[in-house]
């Protein structure tokens, strides 16, 4: 490439030319055998969890404890050392830690899942725009083993389980569904601006602070009260809180408003994604 | 049978002000850049049967063509028509991952080159034969050699069945035991009606698998045809390259 023709751009402008670039695709192996882009995310994301938690028996155990390792410590001296106001504290910190180490883990994974899979962008053609939901759905089954804080925190407070338990299933669907919408934009953003990605990471940790994470959102007046409402992260915690702690079935908005956002965030970033993806193999080289 | 035809193909690299490569979305938010074309108008076709090798020095844009061909790269301009399973071995660690073990990879990689988990799953242990790997096929890959790589990356390129062949002077890491593999597996492929498109510096063996030839030139194709023929001008215009010994 290095003696290759150059010269200068201001801006850049896409010829028309290169819209109307087709590549056919390969003919494909028999149907039977042919992967499916279930079996490319089941296949991305086995990879990425067996490098994670390794080989062997004690990898369940890893699962396990990898909660424990990032919030747990912080809940258990929330519950068990400090005395904290209102109910349940611990219970109610962890309605929003838990989901919200979901979104975290999901922006760090993204962040590095195109530079991470490197060798393999740089050698084959394939589904390269499932890579965000890959790192989202990795770090959703690291999230599942986080519910046996639930478990604990309800055990160490007496709260015992509800019918609206039943709407746990959706809730947790719809924050699966928010990690796998910014996703898409953390992995563009990880991939453009690698000097910056601590920033983007800040800004994600700031959202939890813009949100009712350490005080339940009814414990919050004010202007405060309807600002909160914006963040996508307030529906989640305090359906998570509903199902949980108060054992009442969530409001609608707390459901509906989280997926709206990622419907969106999905609707803008991923033909954006799938129109850069063309480009990895030169950013990543 | 396959086929690839290729009109005024264009790859373009845009680079900001320290001279990374950005994409060009990326490109807009900087106000000056430079552009380059590692590709620029570029009009082929390969037949059936074909074995094409792929000259030039470095920088040429030998690996940018066999990265469009492979689907690793899309063209800026032009248009390519690929008609074919493509299986392709494009660097030295063949899209291997270092912390998974030869077996995980190889079923990851079989999946994203195509094949559905439970056919993967069903060929791990063709893979591993084909490989030549032995017990070393259940180790990471992180404690395999560059040659180790490429025998895994070969074996699992070919599990595919591909019908077009892309090598990019990977198998110069290879040791001569299983370049003979990988040169019977080419023959067969070209044998069946397929195609092999070859880019590297071990002439002798790109003589022995190609008898065309593009000759590569400041990304461009600046002459194509019969690949002993092309090969003494690119040697003749100063470059190096083994000796051809037919």
């Known amino acids: 490439m290095d003696g290759a023709r150059g010269g200068a751009y201001h801006p850049v402008v896409e010829s028309d030319a290169a819209r109307t670039v087709t590549i056919d695709a390969p003919r494909p192996v028999a149907q039977t055998t042919r992967a499916t882009a279930v079996d490319v995310l089941v296949s991305l994301t086995a990879s990425d969890l067996r490098a994670r938690y390794g080989r062997g028996p004690l990898r369940i155990f890893k699962w396990l404890l990898d909660p424990f390792a990032l919030v747990g410590v912080y809940l258990l001296l929330v519950t068990f050392v400090l005395s904290t106001g209102g109910r349940a504290p611990g219970l109610s910190i962890a309605c929003a830690v838990v989901p919200f180490q979901l979104i975290m883990s999901t922006v760090m994974n993204a962040m590095m899942a195109v530079t991470t899979r490197r060798t393999i962008i740089l050698n084959m053609g394939f589904r390269r725009a499932l890579i965000p939901v890959a790192s989202a759905l990795t770090e959703s089954v690291a999230f599942l083993a986080s519910f046996t804080l639930f478990m604990l925190m309800m055990a160490a407070y007496r709260v015992e389980p509800t019918s609206a338990l039943v709407w746990l299933p959706l809730v947790v669907a719809a924050n699966i569904f928010f990690a796998i919408g910014i996703a898409y934009p953390s992995s563009l953003f990880g991939l453009w601006f690698r000097d910056l990605r601590n920033f983007g990471l800040s800004f994600i940790r700031t959202l939890f602070f813009l949100a009712p994470g350490l005080v339940a959102f009814s414990q919050i007046h004010g202007r405060a009260h309807e600002w909160l409402q914006f963040n996508p992260l307030t529906g989640l915690f305090e359906a998570y809180r509903a199902v949980l702690l108060f054992g009442e079935a969530p409001a609608p908005w707390e459901i509906l408003y989280p997926c709206g956002c990622a419907l969106v965030m999905l609707l803008v970033f991923v033909p954006f994604y799938r129109s850069e993806q063309r480009q990895f193999a030169k950013i990543v080289e | ?246």
């Open chain 2, 1 to 246: 049978m396959s086929r690839i035809r290729a009109d005024q193909l264009g790859v373009r690299f845009l680079f900001d002000r320290q001279r990374n490569v950005v994409s060009p979305a990326l490109a807009r938010l900087h106000r000056r850049g430079t552009a380059a074309w590692g590709l620029h108008d570029v009009t082929f076709s390969m037949e059936p049967g074909e074995g094409v090798a792929l000259i030039g020095p470095s920088g040429s844009g030998k690996t940018t063509l066999l990265r469009i061909i492979a689907g690793v790269l899309s063209p800026d301009h032009g248009r390519i028509e690929i008609e074919g399973r493509v299986a392709s071995l494009l660097s030295v660690e063949a899209g291997l991952l270092s912390v998974l073990t030869g077996r995980e990879n190889a079923l990851l990689l079989g999946v994203l080159a195509g094949l559905s988990r439970q056919r993967t799953r069903a060929v791990l242990d063709e893979i591993k034969s084909r490989s030549g790997l032995g017990g070393q096929f259940e180790l990471p890959v992180s404690s395999y050699s560059q040659g180790m790589r490429a025998r895994l990356g070969f074996a699992v390129a070919d599990a595919v069945d591909p019908e077009i062949l892309l090598l990019d002077e990977v198998h110069e890491a290879l040791d001569h035991e299983f370049r003979d593999v990988v040169e019977e597996r080419a023959r067969r492929i070209i044998g069946e009606g397929g195609i092999v498109v070859a880019a590297g510096h071990d002439h002798p063996m790109l003589a022995r698998l190609c008898s065309r030839a593009f000759l590569m030139s400041n990304g461009e194709i600046s002459s194509i045809g019969d690949f002993t023929g092309l090969q003494r001008t690119y040697v003749g215009l100063g470059h190096q390259g083994a000796p051809v010994t037919r």
